[in-house]
């Protein structure tokens, strides 16, 4: 933005746009600012940093359109070869493309024309092409403790080839192996140990750094041959100097015999590393250079140069589109996958102990690493920024850090990236820079040529030197007069060392006042030039200086009212709006009622407002009656679900209910009473589902509804379960007692008349003492007739 720029650069920012002496400083302020070289755009006073504006501020300050400059930056580009798409052909195949001619980015090289905070995009496209070459060196630490793992490696070429075909026809094949530095204490440099470093009677071959044993080749067999002919060597310590090994690798192209195709390299180990400063132990100091020092394939410098820093080879690998695989043994694979995180674009994979899976190893390691695609730039000029955005596979969407790169990618499968390059000012003094941004592991890139906008199209067409319109003493141009040093005023027609003159300041002071250009400017060269505000939208004006933008009336917080401009501190109003600030509307529609009546027909609109005359109406366009019949009921449900959370809107209370506020009270005095405020105040009472009442009162305050509620329900009390079911228990007890007295009483009164009844029929009873026939004596006397009498 010119005028109100973006923090940190707000400051710089403000200071360029307010004190842009010419069309070139102008562009560069921001990116909406605009020079006006109309010749009578400036007015009495205005200084010349007033044409750099907004555009649309200089189109109302009465800038002609063409007249105004205001460069747009653009793209343009230049080398477009579509993405390669091509099947892999089983057999020979008669018309195979070389490495060089198969595409996988698009476009190639564009041209950007960069214009100070004006952001340029573009898209790039990337496809994994199908059969594409790859090239893979085999990099194996030689110590004794990988004797086992040789044997296994001796086989590999013939049986990688197999593997590697099924994924592409043209796969060539190196070898190298490392051991380490050959000075002590890394090595024991006693002549035997020097001729075999190996103990008993195990033949082993003399310790060396590095050596290239086969550069790459479509021959397994040949790589059989040649691995098959290695000897284990041996060395004292257990870190060993693979990174110088790597380094070699990656520097050496040529002897190596790396193509422009995929590049893979394979570091085999059971060890850790050393690292830049570990050569101090052996008197090494001086850092490794990162160049080529191989003599008859062997790094003849490890006794000169330090071992490389991690940095030093994530470097060397990222220029030369080196992806690496650690295949490393499981007690190593901690301290190799921390070595990854800081290496882009490399794998470690579990070697077995004695290297029997290597193949397989070698084949996940490279379809892990295949599947992502990341993005990188080359060292951007300073102020310019790039921000990436990619579309992946299956509409996958990253941005920011994630943005410059794509995952789980198939071969065949297409990405789109998004890139928008910015830059802030005018960067190296205008120089076209180039910069370049590739896939990771990839030997393709795209070019991209920055142009910067740093000067405006009049800054070379029709510029006058020694201009008459500057007194043959400055440059026309823009518009408006440049000049030669020690020269100032508009035309350039004063000397900077006759500017402080008595005559010069007199035609700077208004009726003859004591005041320079109303203490709001200076006078120069006999005119004044009026100070500059710290906000560059506020401007003093005028002959004098006496003039401004800034100190008109206000409404709302607002400028005139936010609907007209200041000139000369006084507003001059847009259509449809009037008053000292252009704060009253000459628009009646928002006085409109539902009727379409201007105020409903109960009241006048002025400045857009209805002032009602009836006073019984209220409201924004006379139509609310507060006190008319029916206006409890209307409410009734919105307040019972916005007081107490209940009733039929319980579920629609937030999108039908809030268009009054609400205001809640403890209890029936803290209501609002009719006498309290001076509009009307209706008090309602309404009873919900459960019976129960709430208070409330309604009214209008000017165009604002309020609501003053009770916060409790008043609800009949309900009965008192102890006390009744005590009450019936007691009932039933007593009740049980009484009819059990009453009918103990009732057998009393029942038995003593019976007994009444028995005395006196025993009383009143006669007897007859005569025998009962019937009766027979209960003895019966039986005589012995034998007896006699005697004893």
């Given at each position: 933005?010119?005028?109100?720029?973006?923090?940190p650069?707000?400051?710089?920012?403000?200071?360029?746009?307010?004190?842009?002496?010419?069309?070139?400083?102008?562009?560069?302020?921001?990116?909406?600012?605009?020079?006006?070289?109309?010749?009578?755009?400036?007015?009495?006073?205005?200084?010349?940093?007033?044409?750099?504006?907004?555009?649309e501020s200089?189109?109302?300050?009465?800038?002609?359109?063409?007249?105004?400059?205001?460069?747009?930056?653009?793209?343009?580009?230049?080398?477009?070869?579509?993405?390669?798409?091509?099947?892999?052909?089983?057999?020979?195949?008669?018309?195979?493309?070389?490495?060089?001619?198969?595409t996988?980015?698009?476009?190639?090289?564009?041209?950007?024309?960069?214009?100070?905070?004006?952001?340029?995009?573009f898209?790039?496209?990337?496809?994994?092409?199908?059969?594409?070459?790859?090239?893979?060196?085999?990099?194996?630490?030689?110590?004794?403790?990988?004797?086992?793992?040789l044997?296994?490696?001796?086989?590999?070429?013939?049986?990688?080839?197999?593997?590697?075909?099924?994924?592409?026809?043209?796969?060539?094949?190196?070898f190298?192996?490392?051991?380490?530095?050959?000075?002590?204490?890394?090595i024991?440099?006693?002549?035997?140990?020097?001729?075999?470093?190996?103990?008993?009677?195990?033949?082993?071959?003399s310790?060396?750094?590095?050596?290239?044993?086969?550069?790459?080749?479509?021959?397994?067999?040949?790589?059989?041959?040649?691995?098959?002919?290695?000897?284990?060597?041996?060395?004292?310590?257990?870190?060993?100097?693979?990174?110088?090994?790597?380094?070699?690798?990656?520097?050496?192209?040529?002897?190596?015999?790396?193509?422009?195709?995929?590049?893979?390299?394979?570091f085999?180990?059971?060890a850790?590393?050393?690292?830049?400063?570990?050569?101090?132990?052996?008197g090494?100091?001086?850092?490794?250079?990162?160049?080529?020092h191989?003599?008859?394939?062997v790094?003849?410098?490890?006794?000169?140069?330090?071992?490389?820093?991690?940095?030093?080879?994530?470097?060397?690998?990222?220029?030369?589109?080196?992806?690496?695989?650690?295949?490393?043994?499981?007690?190593f694979?901690?301290?190799?996958?921390?070595l990854?995180?800081?290496?882009?674009?490399?794998?470690?994979?579990?070697?077995?102990?004695?290297?029997?899976?290597?193949?397989?190893?070698?084949?996940d390691?490279?379809?892990?690493?295949?599947?992502?695609?990341?993005?990188?730039?080359?060292?951007?000029?300073?102020?310019?920024?790039?921000?990436?955005?990619?579309?992946?596979?299956?509409?996958?969407v990253?941005?920011?850090?994630?943005?410059?790169?794509?995952?789980?990618?198939?071969?065949?499968?297409?990405?789109?990236?998004?890139?928008?390059?910015?830059?802030?000012?005018?960067?190296?003094?205008?120089?076209?820079?180039?910069?370049?941004i590739?896939?990771?592991?990839?030997?393709?890139?795209?070019?991209?040529?920055?142009?910067?906008?740093?000067?405006?199209?009049c800054?070379?067409?029709?510029?006058?030197?020694?201009?008459?319109?500057?007194?043959?003493?400055?440059?026309?141009?823009?518009?408006?007069?440049?000049c030669?040093?020690?020269?100032?005023?508009?035309?350039?027609?004063?000397?900077?060392?006759?500017?402080?003159?008595?005559?010069?300041?007199?035609?700077?002071?208004?009726?003859?006042?004591?005041?320079?250009?109303?203490?709001?400017?200076?006078?120069?060269?006999?005119?004044?030039?009026?100070?500059?505000?710290?906000?560059?939208?506020?401007?003093?004006s005028?002959?004098?200086?006496?003039?401004?933008?800034?100190?008109?009336?206000?409404?709302?917080?607002?400028?005139?009212g936010g609907?007209?401009?200041?000139?000369?501190?006084?507003?001059i109003?847009?259509?449809?709006?009037?008053?000292?600030?252009?704060?009253?509307?000459?628009?009646?529609?928002?006085?409109?009622?539902?009727?379409?009546?201007?105020?409903?027909?109960?009241?006048?609109?002025?400045?857009?407002?209805?002032?009602?005359?009836?006073?019984?109406?209220q409201?924004p366009?006379?139509?609310?009656?507060?006190?008319c019949?029916?206006v409890?009921?209307e409410?009734?449900?919105?307040?019972?679900?916005?007081?107490?959370?209940?009733?039929?809107?319980?579920?629609?209370?937030k999108?039908?209910?809030?268009?009054?506020?609400?205001?809640?009270?403890?209890?029936?005095?803290?209501?609002?009473?009719?006498?309290?405020?001076?509009?009307?105040?209706?008090?309602?009472?309404?009873?919900?589902?459960?019976?129960?009442?709430?208070?409330y009162?309604?009214?209008?305050n000017?165009?604002?509804?309020?609501?003053?509620?009770v916060?409790?329900?008043?609800?009949?009390?309900g009965?008192?379960?102890?006390?009744?079911v005590?009450?019936?228990?007691?009932?039933?007890?007593?009740?049980?007692?009484?009819?059990?007295?009453?009918?103990?009483?009732?057998?009393?009164?029942?038995?003593?008349r019976?007994?009444?009844?028995?005395?006196?029929?025993k009383?009143?009873?006669?007897?007859?003492?005569?025998?009962n026939?019937?009766?027979?004596?209960?003895?019966?006397?039986?005589?012995?007739?034998?007896?006699?009498?005697?004893?």
């Amino acid at each position: 933005d010119c005028a109100i720029p973006l923090l940190p650069l707000t400051l710089l920012s403000l200071l360029s746009f307010a004190n842009a002496k010419h069309c070139g400083e102008c562009i560069q302020a921001g990116a909406k600012c605009g020079w006006c070289e109309q010749e009578d755009f400036l007015k009495q006073g205005e200084a010349l940093s007033t044409r750099c504006d907004e555009v649309e501020s200089l189109k109302e300050r009465g800038c002609n359109d063409s007249q105004i400059q205001n460069p747009i930056g653009k793209k343009s580009i230049i080398t477009n070869k579509p993405v390669t798409n091509r099947k892999k052909v089983t057999g020979v195949e008669t018309n195979k493309p070389k490495p060089e001619e198969i595409t996988q980015i698009q476009p190639q090289k564009l041209r950007l024309n960069l214009r100070s905070g004006q952001p340029q995009s573009f898209d790039l496209k990337f496809k994994r092409a199908e059969d594409y070459p790859i090239d893979l060196y085999y990099l194996m630490d030689l110590s004794y403790s990988m004797k086992d793992d040789l044997e296994n490696v001796k086989n590999l070429g013939t049986s990688l080839m197999l593997e590697m075909k099924k994924i592409t026809s043209d796969f060539h094949i190196g070898f190298g192996s490392f051991v380490e530095k050959t000075v002590m204490p890394y090595i024991s440099t006693t002549p035997s140990k020097l001729l075999n470093p190996c103990t008993g009677d195990q033949n082993c071959t003399s310790p060396f750094s590095y050596k290239n044993v086969l550069s790459l080749t479509s021959d397994g067999n040949m790589f059989n041959s040649l691995v098959g002919k290695q000897q284990i060597s041996g060395n004292l310590d257990s870190p060993e100097g693979g990174f110088d090994a790597i380094m070699q690798v990656a520097v050496c192209g040529k002897e190596i015999g790396w193509r422009n195709v995929t590049r893979l390299l394979v570091f085999s180990t059971d060890a850790g590393f050393h690292f830049a400063g570990d050569g101090k132990l052996g008197g090494i100091v001086l850092p490794n250079d990162g160049k080529c020092h191989l003599e008859d394939n062997v790094y003849t410098m490890s006794h000169y140069y330090d071992y490389p820093s991690i940095a030093h080879l994530v470097q060397k690998l990222s220029d030369n589109n080196i992806q690496t695989i650690f295949a490393v043994t499981e007690e190593f694979q901690p301290v190799y996958q921390e070595l990854k995180n800081l290496i882009p674009k490399s794998a470690v994979g579990t070697l077995s102990a004695n290297s029997s899976n290597v193949i397989n190893l070698i084949i996940d390691a490279y379809n892990s690493l295949s599947s992502e695609v990341i993005l990188d730039n080359s060292k951007l000029p300073e102020g310019v920024e790039i921000e990436y955005k990619s579309q992946c596979k299956n509409g996958v969407v990253n941005d920011k850090d994630d943005g410059r790169k794509c995952s789980n990618i198939s071969i065949g499968d297409e990405v789109n990236f998004n890139i928008t390059v910015t830059s802030k000012g005018c960067p190296n003094d205008g120089k076209s820079e180039t910069i370049k941004i590739k896939p990771l592991g990839f030997t393709e890139e795209v070019e991209i040529i920055l142009n910067f906008i740093c000067d405006c199209q009049c800054q070379n067409n029709d510029v006058v030197k020694k201009s008459e319109k500057c007194s043959l003493n400055g440059t026309f141009e823009c518009g408006a007069c440049r000049c030669f040093e020690g020269r100032v005023g508009r035309n350039c027609e004063c000397s900077s060392n006759d500017m402080a003159t008595d005559d010069m300041d007199q035609t700077c002071r208004k009726d003859n006042s004591t005041d320079i250009c109303s203490n709001n400017g200076e006078c120069v060269c006999g005119t004044c030039e009026c100070k500059k505000r710290p906000n560059p939208e506020e401007r003093y004006s005028g002959q004098f200086c006496e003039c401004d933008n800034f100190n008109c009336d206000r409404s709302g917080n607002k400028l005139c009212g936010g609907n007209g401009r200041c000139v000369c501190r006084e507003c001059i109003c847009d259509p449809m709006w009037s008053g000292r600030a252009c704060d009253c509307s000459l628009d009646n529609s928002t006085c409109l009622a539902t009727n379409k009546q201007i105020c409903n027909g109960r009241g006048r609109c002025e400045c857009g407002v209805c002032k009602c005359t009836d006073p019984k109406f209220q409201g924004p366009t006379c139509e609310t009656c507060p006190t008319c019949p029916g206006v409890c009921a209307e409410h009734k449900l919105c307040v019972q679900c916005r007081a107490f959370g209940t009733g039929e809107k319980m579920k629609t209370c937030k999108e039908e209910c809030s268009y009054f506020n609400l205001i809640t009270v403890k209890d029936r005095n803290k209501l609002p009473q009719p006498n309290d405020y001076p509009y009307p105040v209706m008090h309602c009472k309404e009873r919900d589902a459960n019976d129960c009442w709430f208070y409330y009162t309604y009214a209008v305050n000017d165009t604002e509804r309020e609501v003053h509620v009770v916060d409790k329900l008043d609800c009949p009390s309900g009965p008192d379960i102890i006390p009744i079911v005590a009450g019936v228990v007691a009932g039933i007890v007593l009740i049980g007692l009484a009819l059990l007295l009453i009918w103990k009483l009732l057998m009393i009164i029942h038995d003593r008349r019976e007994f009444a009844k028995f005395e006196k029929e025993k009383m009143n009873a006669k007897w007859d003492t005569g025998e009962n026939p019937i009766y027979k004596s209960a003895v019966t006397t039986v005589v012995n007739p034998k007896y006699e009498g005697k004893c």
